[in-house]
């Protein structure tokens, strides 16, 4: 297999919404059971569900080409949009009384939104390694440093935006270091 072959793959594999889908119910099953998971699969709603469908009904359409919105232009209009949900899913949230960690994890996904979203004005900087980052570093805090022994995946994901050239490695080292510092030292405060 070629390593344009494993690059596709690793990004498909483990692109944002996939992140999201697994990591919200880890902890919210780790650290409140049942209700976690039930928190889990509404706030995966509005950060990973609702997302893809604005994203997939935009490529029926043809206002982007690819899942990962390449254009950087374009993502302009995305990530506004996954904003917009989020935010949703946070004042529900927080206005429904949903368990501590799980706030916090939906108030970091949005603040690691925030500066991806300032820096996309002017650069393509890496979404793909910036939500593996964040993720890693909530995992830590929320469940034990142990989890920070995933951060080779967040090598390899970054490896993988480059082989297939949609970043340049600053771009995937940028979205990684965003993703870590915004999404975790929000968590960390948050919870």
Not at 33 to 57: H, K, N, Q, S, Y
Not at 159 to 170: C, E, K, N
Request: hydrophobic share 60%.
């Amino acid at each position: 297999m070629t390593a344009t072959t494993w690059a596709r793959r690793v990004t498909d594999g483990v692109e944002p919404k996939n992140v999201i889908i697994a990591v919200l119910p880890l902890v919210g099953a780790v650290r409140y059971g049942w209700e976690g998971l039930a928190w889990a699969a509404f706030a995966a709603l509005f950060a990973a569900v609702i997302p893809t469908w604005f994203i997939r009904r935009g490529m029926r359409r043809g206002r982007w080409e690819d899942r990962h919105v390449g254009q950087r232009q374009r993502r302009l209009v995305v990530i506004p949009f996954i904003m917009l949900s989020v935010l949703t899913s946070l004042a529900m949230m927080a206005w429904t009384g949903a368990p501590a960690d799980m706030t916090a994890m939906v108030l970091a996904m949005f603040a690691a939104l925030v500066p991806i979203m300032v820096v996309t004005v002017w650069w393509k900087i890496s979404v793909h390694t910036a939500v593996a980052s964040g993720a890693v570093a909530c995992l830590a805090i929320a469940l034990g440093a142990w989890w920070l022994l995933l951060y080779p995946l967040v090598v390899a994901i970054g490896w993988s935006r480059v082989v297939l050239r949609d970043h340049t490695p600053a771009q995937t080292v940028a979205g990684a270091m965003v993703g870590a510092l915004s999404a975790g030292l929000t968590f960390w405060a948050a919870r």
